[in-house]
């Protein structure tokens, strides 16, 4: 193993006034950590230090672990990546999709073909997002899901069947959008279980692996050990707040909702990345395997790579690396994913590598700190 301490003077530079307040990054090779660093403050204002068992926003990083428990039931032979959604949840029988006029209109028309789970996993569903965002899926989406809301009804089943009505953004599997697809696998994974999507993880990842503090609600014993979000104004650090769509409770988001520490995450990452933790495995290798190979054509590589992803592909809800030659210097198959309040895994099953990072900042400055760890790493071993 080579020298790490670069790593040092790099988490030192970013936890500063244009940076978050607080930080903290482990590196595994095997089993063994090789490199650990906390620094800063979870609460500047309060001095309170930023820790390992500090709990923070994951965002995204939920999808790793929302996939890994969905493909537990793929192993059991519960669903296969070809299977019509509409098996499972009847309204995405006779799928729409808007499609846009030479005049510029809005019109429906039936899909070109059923939307799979497979489509689900790699977010060719054509399935956006609930926010209120300029297409006419998000908008159509957005509308039944308000009235969800209103009527005490949003949780994931309700979205799911309302994801199968709404006409979607276009033809399964023609683009990939990074969207809430995920949250229809985790009502499947309700539908096919009869558990919580909560439960499930609990009983199958959570408590296999000893992981205390990952939750989608923290409970309030908890809280005082919760980072703060900070964002930053005009390039000065100030507290900030949660995005709107991550404040209702009830709604357990396989997107985005999950809470986590540090140790807790480092524990689901080095077992996937080694296939087993002390005894416990989640998924076999071959599954892991297959979780980490592209699934999209070129033109939907298209939709997905930009500066941050040059030269990765997207498998079963992971970024997975093909081309190391596009500005890094890792595995071919390395693969994870970013949260977007600053939390990011990489999983290198053939270096045995799994790097874990934490810090709670919006813009999260992904393309600054998470590339750089990587390099610094990749160089090192």
């Known amino acids: 193993m080579g020298?790490?301490?670069?790593?040092d003077a790099l988490l030192e530079s970013f936890v500063g006034e244009g940076g978050p307040a607080g930080a903290g990054l482990r590196v595994y090779i095997g089993n063994d950590t090789v490199y650990e660093r906390v620094l800063g403050w979870a609460d500047e204002k309060e001095k309170r230090p930023f820790r390992a068992d500090t709990i923070c926003q994951m965002a995204s990083m939920t999808k790793c672990i929302a996939v890994t428990a969905a493909m537990q039931l793929y192993?059991?032979?519960?669903?296969?990546?070809?299977?019509?959604?509409?098996?499972?949840?009847?309204?995405?029988a006779d799928h729409k999709v808007f499609e846009t006029t030479g005049r510029g209109e809005n019109r429906v028309r039936p899909a070109s073909g059923s939307v799979t789970v497979g489509d689900l996993f790699d977010m060719t569903s054509g399935i956006t997002v609930d926010w209120h965002w300029n297409n006419p899926n998000s908008e159509a989406l957005s509308a039944e899901c308000d009235r969800l809301k209103a009527e005490g009804r949003y949780n994931l089943r309700e979205f799911?069947?309302?994801?199968?009505?709404?006409?979607?953004?276009?033809?399964?599997?023609?683009?990939?959008?990074?969207?809430?697809?995920?949250?229809?696998?985790?009502?499947?994974?309700?539908?096919?279980?009869?558990?919580?999507?909560g439960e499930y993880l609990k009983r199958n990842i959570f408590d296999p692996l000893g992981i205390k503090d990952m939750h989608f609600e923290v409970p309030e014993e908890k809280k005082d050990r919760c980072s703060v979000m900070y964002s930053l104004s005009e390039g000065k650090r100030v507290v900030g707040?949660?995005?709107?769509?991550?404040?209702?409770?009830?709604?357990e988001s396989a997107c985005?909702?999950?809470?986590?520490?540090?140790?807790?995450?480092?524990?689901?990452?080095?077992?996937?990345?080694?296939?087993?933790?002390?005894?416990?495995?989640?998924?076999?290798?071959?599954?892991?395997?297959?979780?980490?190979?592209?699934?999209l054509s070129e033109k939907a590589l298209k939709d997905f790579r930009n500066a941050y992803l040059a030269g990765y592909g997207y498998g079963l809800g992971v970024r997975t690396?093909?081309?190391?030659?596009?500005?890094?210097?890792?595995?071919?198959?390395?693969?994870?994913?970013?949260?977007?309040?600053g939390t990011w895994v990489l999983m290198d099953p053939k270096e045995k590598l799994s790097?874990?990072?934490?810090?709670?900042l919006m813009p999260n400055r992904e393309e600054y700190i998470h590339p750089r760890i990587r390099n610094i790493v990749y160089s090192a071993i």
């Not at 192993?75 to 995405?92: A, C, H, R």
């Not at 707040?241 to 709604?251: A, I, V």
Request: hydrophobic content about 40%; overall charge negative.
């Open 321 to 341: 690396r093909m081309e190391p030659a596009a500005g890094s210097n890792t595995s071919v198959g390395e693969f994870g994913w970013t949260g977007g309040f």
């Open 256 to 295: 985005g909702g999950l809470w986590g520490t540090l140790e807790d995450y480092s524990r689901f990452a080095v077992c996937m990345t080694n296939g087993e933790r002390k005894g416990v495995r989640l998924l076999n290798d071959r599954t892991i395997r297959l979780m980490a190979m592209n699934r």
């Open 3 to 7: 020298d790490l301490r670069n790593l």
């Open 160 to 197: 799911a069947a309302v994801c199968g009505r709404t006409p979607g953004a276009f033809d399964p599997g023609e683009h990939f959008f990074y969207g809430q697809s995920h949250d229809i696998l985790a009502a499947l994974i309700e539908i096919l279980t009869g558990l919580s999507f």
């Open 75 to 92: 192993e059991k032979g519960m669903f296969l990546l070809t299977d019509p959604v509409e098996e499972y949840i009847p309204e995405f």
């Open 355 to 360: 790097i874990i990072y934490f810090h709670q």
């Open 241 to 251: 707040k949660l995005p709107p769509f991550l404040d209702f409770p009830g709604f």
